[in-house]
């Protein structure tokens, strides 16, 4: 069985981070090791939370997986909340990194135009300097235009894309995939580059008028765990898509819903099903 480390905080309530990436990698059958840089009540758009900091764990964390021999067939980070983090992260990558680990990196900082809050653009060009490292790295637009230092364009065509996709592989990733791509109102998908063997891909399914938080969460750890099933990354991408969209698609006809998160649980065993195919 694969065994995959992922680093992120863990916000009691409010389906993101650790609360999302937790089950949906255990239903892809692999093991999920985890290592929270935070215990938060709730993620940071809730109106109160608390925030019990972990920072100084990281390193114990990381050098103890390293005595004890513990590998990883991939790290795959989330939501990092300040440049010390940043630090750890990077230095736990080159201790922790086995032979063929593969290296995801969610930049988690931003969404429609705008940094969540309590990040800078300074920190984004650090999250940069970190998805330099990276075997496969997933922002959304926003997080990208901040990484780059380029203003935000929602009003992109193919080939603006194209040359994002690239600019940010100059970071020193192999790959990138741009999150919450649609060239005509009907779809959304994901575009990605392979700088290794200079190839395009794009995969898009139905675009529902609907935007809830946590569906990047959702993203990261689904591809993250159809990799690590044997899916090429191009076909994890599409597994992730198609996971996402029918977790927007219960999470719209729950009449009860809570203000909060998307219903990835009553996904699952439609995702359990999607890993069997390409
Ligand atoms: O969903 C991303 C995320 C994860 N963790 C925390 C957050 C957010 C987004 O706001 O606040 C603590």
């Known amino acids: 069985m694969k065994r995959i480390l992922t680093v992120q905080d863990i916000s009691c309530v409010g389906r993101c981070s ?21 215990v938060l009540s709730t993620h940071t758009m809730f ?17 103890t997986f390293k005595e004890l021999d513990l590998d990883f067939d991939a790290i795959y980070t989330g939501y990092l909340g300040s440049f010390e983090q940043l630090k750890l992260v990077s230095e736990l990558f080159d201790r922790n990194r086995a032979e063929n680990c593969q290296i995801v990196i969610d930049p988690v900082m931003a969404d429609n135009g705008k940094l969540y809050p309590g990040f800078t ?6 999250m940069a300097k970190l998805c330099g490292k ?15 230092d380029i203003p935000y364009n929602p009003d992109y065509d193919e080939d603006y894309i194209k040359e994002l996709l690239k600019k940010l592989c100059t970071l020193g990733c192999r790959r990138a995939a741009l999150t919450g791509i649609s060239f005509d109102k009907s779809k959304l998908g994901v ?28 993203y990261a750890s689904s591809l993250v765990g159809a990799m690590m ?20 698609k219960l999470t719209m006809a729950d009449e009860n819903r809570r203000t909060y998160g998307v219903n990835f649980e009553q996904a699952l065993p439609y995702y359990i099903e999607r890993l069997k195919k390409d």
Do not use: Q
């Open 18 to 38: 650790l609360t999302v990436a937790l089950p949906i990698i255990s239903a892809a059958g692999v093991e999920a090791g985890i290592l929270p840089t935070a």
């Open 47 to 63: 109106k109160k939370f608390t925030f019990c900091d972990l920072t100084g764990e990281i390193e114990k964390i990381s050098e």
């Open 121 to 126: 653009p300074e920190f984004a060009k650090e």
């Open 134 to 148: 990276a075997d496969l790295i997933v922002p959304n637009l926003t997080e990208a235009s901040f990484m780059l």
């Open 191 to 218: 575009y990605s580059y392979d700088s290794e063997t200079d190839e395009f891909f794009y995969y898009a399914n139905d675009y529902l008028p609907v935007s809830y938080h946590g569906t990047g969460d959702i």
């Open 229 to 248: 099933c044997g899916h090429s990354v191009n076909s994890a991408l599409k597994v992730a898509v198609d996971f996402t969209l029918e977790c927007i």
